[in-house]
């Protein structure tokens, strides 16, 4: 069993940054692959990037590559988004997951989530 908790989201201007956190319990959090997904309102959950259990291998979303950074610290069971360069349109409730399979751009890869941060972007 995995629990996942989400910081760092709040209101930022257009441009500004954020890094977001996601605190994991257990001592297994270093054999999971790590996501982090977003749900603008009124729309689907979607992707935006994940990283393998090790951290040497990273996923991002077209929508957000070379904007948003994501990394672990295993030590710490913590992995954290960057995100620089903030739209308006990255306004949404950002969740992170854990899976036990390799990092993966999809929701049914994954067995853990947390309950989300909001991150609202203004213009």
């Known amino acids: 069993q995995v629990q996942l908790v989400e910081s760092g989201g709040g209101l930022v201007q257009a441009g500004g940054s954020l890094r977001l956190s996601c605190a994991a319990s257990?001592?297994?959090?270093?054999?999971?692959?790590m996501g982090w997904f977003r749900q603008p309102p009124r729309e689907e959950r979607e992707f935006v990037s994940a990283i393998s259990w090790s951290g040497g291998s990273t996923l991002y979303s077209d929508s957000v590559k070379g904007r948003f950074t994501i990394s672990r610290d295993n030590a710490k069971n913590t992995v954290y988004l960057q995100m620089n360069s903030l739209k308006p349109e990255d306004t949404a409730v950002y969740y992170c997951?854990?899976?036990?399979?390799?990092?993966?751009?999809?929701?049914?890869?994954?067995?853990?989530w947390g309950q989300g941060t909001q991150v609202t972007v203004s213009s």
């Open positions: 997951a854990a899976g036990k399979y390799a990092s993966s751009r999809f929701l049914r890869s994954y067995d853990y």
């Open positions: 257990g001592r297994t959090f270093s054999s999971y692959a």
